[in-house]
């Protein structure tokens, strides 16, 4: 950025930049844009790290990761560091993976700096629930294979007062069902979608730490899906495909088959 544009502006914003979901090459030109003009950036691990070498070295990197079962940084504590560091006439990026407003905390920071009378805006990014499956070789729609798809949040179980996912219609549609963070859950989820009607032996998959070098995959039905994902150890954040797509695999053009199926992503994430 040009040093008489920082000079003249008074005040700051905050920019919302969805950066996934991981990879380096699906980071979008707007995006990019945002992180070089950048004063401060605040990310996450979930962000493609090995694009902060894009930051101004006078700018400001700010961790405020959410480490499953590690460190981890309150939402508040977020919102309020976006708004102080605005106020103090910076041009802050909060700089997350995949897209924001897709099961992310993107719609709880831009309501605080609204209220806070901060200008923010979103530059969005590559929804995981989509990419990560494709980069794995399972397409979540395909001609003739299923028409549609559905995400949810696997966070709670149906069992869970919280829920407030039609788990019943989930069960008796004949489309995709893509479920995010849910591989605590999973058997739970599995189970009640099971009870309520669906096929136990419709194909499935989870894909761990899409995009990453660490990327891996496991492929077996509804019914075995979780104690699969358990046994391969596999780790968050991760996301699981059920129906017939998920018995694809357009990598080989070959039918999928139930095991652990290690992947090479185009662009590996860079550890910093």
């Known amino acids: 950025m040009a040093e008489d544009e920082k000079s003249d502006r008074t005040a700051g914003e905050v920019v919302l930049v969805g950066a996934g979901p991981g990879d380096p090459d699906l980071l979008t030109v707007g995006g990019l844009r945002a992180l070089r003009q950048a004063d401060v950036v605040l990310y996450d691990h979930l962000a493609p790290l090995a694009c902060l070498v894009e930051v101004r070295p006078d700018a400001v990197l700010v961790d405020v990761g ?9 939402q508040e504590t977020i919102n309020e560091l976006l708004i102080d560091y605005a106020r103090s006439g910076a041009r802050v990026v909060r700089f997350k993976g995949g897209d924001p407003f897709v099961f992310g ?4 920071e831009w309501l605080a700096c609204a209220e806070a009378g901060i200008p923010v805006r979103i530059i969005p990014g590559v929804s995981s629930a989509i990419a990560g499956p494709e980069l794995a070789g399972i397409p979540v ?5 299923s ?3 559905t995400v949810v949040s696997g966070h709670v179980g149906p069992n869970h007062p919280a829920s407030s996912v039609n788990w019943d219609a989930l069960a008796q549609q004949s489309g995709t069902i ?7 859950h ?5 189970d009640g979608l099971i009870v309520r009607g669906l096929d136990p032996d419709v194909p499935a998959a989870v894909v761990s730490k899409a995009t990453t070098s660490e990327q891996r995959m ?24 059920i129906g017939h797509v998920a018995g694809m ?6 039918p999928g088959t139930s095991g652990t199926t290690p992947t090479s992503p185009s662009s590996p994430v860079d550890e910093l």
Do not use: N, W, Y
């Open 66 to 74: 959410k480490i499953p079962h590690g460190p981890q940084t309150g």
């Open 105 to 108: 905390r993107g719609g709880e």
């Open 141 to 145: 729609t395909h001609r003739g294979v």
């Open 147 to 149: 028409q549609g798809f």
């Open 178 to 184: 893509v479920i995010m963070m849910g591989l605590t």
């Open 186 to 190: 999973l058997a739970e989820i599995c």
């Open 218 to 241: 496991v492929r077996g039905t509804a019914a075995t899906i979780a104690a699969m994902s358990l046994e391969h150890q596999l780790r968050q954040p991760a996301l699981t495909v």
């Open 249 to 254: 695999d357009l990598g080989s053009l070959t």
